[in-house]
């Protein structure tokens, strides 16, 4: 490589629950630099959370985090090509492509689903999340049988 990596940036903690993995989640949700409406958009959709799972016992974050843990793909495929044929090889992902793959999962399948607000369909795509359904479990469950289908290929790793 002929340049030097760039510095992470350090990501600060979020006013409410003072958490890095909230600020993170909420600048994959953010558009055009609209943070306050993102962060308001994230709360009010915790909010909704708690409501439709009253009788939970862990907090509404609680919730989301092991929403997030749900919905996090432990192996994707990789294209690599060896002798003029592509395989598909599957490789484990670092930790911080996990976070990221799955937060962004998560922000995907919530602004496709039907529903009146972004808040609502958030949080209804968080409790799927955390009852092992929705889209973003499916995507994770797709990843992970292609990546069984493709094993014979994993000594192409690279």
């Given amino acids: 490589m002929r340049k030097a990596k760039p510095k992470k940036r350090q990501i600060l903690p979020d006013p409410v629950f003072g958490d890095v993995k909230v600020t993170k989640f909420v600048n994959h949700l953010m558009y055009d630099g609209k943070k306050s409406i993102a962060f308001t958009i994230f709360y009010s959709a915790l909010d909704v959370v708690k409501t439709k799972l009253p009788n939970e016992e862990k907090s509404p974050l609680e919730i989301w985090k092991a929403a997030l843990d749900n919905i996090t793909p432990q192996v994707e495929v990789k294209s690599r090509r060896v002798g003029g044929a592509t395989f598909q090889v599957p490789t484990e992902i670092?930790?911080?492509?996990?976070?990221?793959?799955c937060m962004k999962n998560l922000i995907l399948f919530s602004r496709k689903r039907g529903g009146k607000s972004m808040a609502?369909?958030?949080?209804?795509?968080?409790?799927?999340?955390?009852?092992?359904?929705?889209g973003a479990y499916k995507k994770k469950e797709d990843m992970h049988r292609m990546a069984e289908a493709n094993r014979a290929f994993a000594h192409f790793r690279f």
């Avoid at 670092?94 to 793959?101: G, T």
């Avoid at 609502?120 to 929705?134: P, T």
């Fill in 94 to 101: 670092r930790p911080d492509r996990k976070e990221s793959i």
């Fill in 120 to 134: 609502d369909k958030l949080a209804a795509e968080i409790v799927d999340a955390f009852n092992s359904q929705g």
